[in-house]
């Protein structure tokens, strides 16, 4: 083993290499001295530990809520159509209105509530399947749900008014059409939002930076 005025070293380039191993001839390519030691024998293993918890991140994170809001939905449908059926009923049995108008003063209470609260529980599927349309294919499902919902509770509350018949059925048809299409596009809305927020909807995305 040479001797060298910095000690002894065991071969290949003296001074700093004093006390480690020569470098190999590969090692001796590179400009800085710094990127020609070898990597610890740890560091394979801590990038395939970063990698597998990167996916398993990934993995955790939940798809769109459609048992929740179909669950909500059909929930929806059942106790909206026996609202809309008890409505009906004690409208046309106790103060003599007329609901719903299109259903005609000559139909009588059972019927014509049968048939509203068949229309408000096909509604509230069709809403229902429309969220879960919007989940898959929009980029903000929540605010195009209500964009569509406004415009569609809209339409049913001045499409009444349209229709002839008595103006006390009208408005109580109107009236029953908006309170129900409002309560649930709301619904519908709240439970997609409280189940899996979406950074991109709403006015959260600035603050969760």
Do not use: K
Request: hydrophobic share 45%; charged share 15%; with cysteine.
């Amino acid at each position: 083993m040479p001797d060298s005025p910095s000690g002894r070293y065991p071969g290949g380039l003296p001074g700093r290499h004093v006390g480690r191993p020569a470098p190999r001839p590969w090692e001796r390519s590179f400009r800085c001295p710094s990127t020609a030691r070898r990597r610890p024998v740890e560091a394979p293993p801590r990038r395939y530990e970063d990698f597998v918890a990167l996916h398993e991140e990934i993995e955790a994170v939940s798809g769109p809520p459609l048992r929740p809001l179909w669950w909500t939905g059909i929930s929806a449908s059942l106790v909206g159509g026996g609202l809309a059926f008890g409505a009906v009923m004690a409208l046309r049995t106790i103060f003599g209105v007329e609901v719903p108008v299109f259903a005609g003063g000559h139909a009588a209470a059972a019927p014509a509530a049968t048939s509203y609260a068949l229309c408000a529980t096909a509604a509230t599927i069709q809403a229902t399947a429309l969220m879960h349309l919007l989940l898959s294919t929009a980029a903000r499902p929540v605010r195009a749900f209500a964009c569509i919902g406004a415009v569609a509770v809209f339409i049913l509350t001045i499409l009444p008014l349209t229709m002839r018949g008595p103006f006390d059925a009208a408005l109580a048809t109107s009236g029953i059409n908006l309170v129900g299409g409002t309560f649930v596009v709301v619904l519908l809305s709240a439970v997609v939002a409280a189940s899996r927020p979406f950074p991109w909807d709403g006015p959260f995305r600035r603050s969760r930076r």
